[in-house]
């Protein structure tokens, strides 16, 4: 089963996600940046990271990484990855190309064609933490637009292959799962 967990910051999105696989064992994939604790030019977020280790199970294997895929293609118990947000800023990163938008684009659209691939293909329960963005200001920075849009594209694409999609807001969940997609809406609309 592939549950996709949407929510804004600090709704208790990732907090649902752990709850949904406390009962065993379970891999957790933190796919954003590793903080250099030697460095202190990131403090708050070096705390970020050690309150999200605290807080897994004793039994849980933490996976730092951003290759996702190979995670999900390897045989184990359920994987929680938190978060499709922290793992798109990697795959920028690493590509160095959020100055260079199609190229950008095109780097992007292939690391989420990966990512709904080893999805389909994975062997295991697999839960997805993402931040919902773009319901309030639009970033001032080309690269903030840039983001917001991958973002927002991912999280379709991984909705439109997930078996259950959950929505945080303020501490409240609500099961999107049986809702219709874009199309499905469209076309049952006009068939009225």
Known sequence: MITLVLGGVRSGKSALAERLLAHGPARYVAPGPVPDPHDPADDE???????????????????????????????GPPVLVDCLGTWLTRVVDDAAVWEERERGREVVAAARADLVTALRQ??????????????????????????????????TAVAAVADEVLLVVAGRVLDLSKTPGIDVFVTARSAR
């Open 45 to 75: 977020w070096a705390e970020r990271v050690a309150l999200h280790r605290r807080r897994r199970p004793a039994s849980w294997t933490t996976l730092e990484t951003g290759d996702v895929a190979a995670v999900l293609g390897a045989d």
């Open 122 to 155: 994975a062997r295991c329960d697999v839960v997805l933490v993402s931040n919902e963005v773009g319901l309030g200001v639009v970033p001032a920075t080309p690269s903030g637009r840039f983001f917001r849009d991958e973002l927002g594209r991912l999280n």
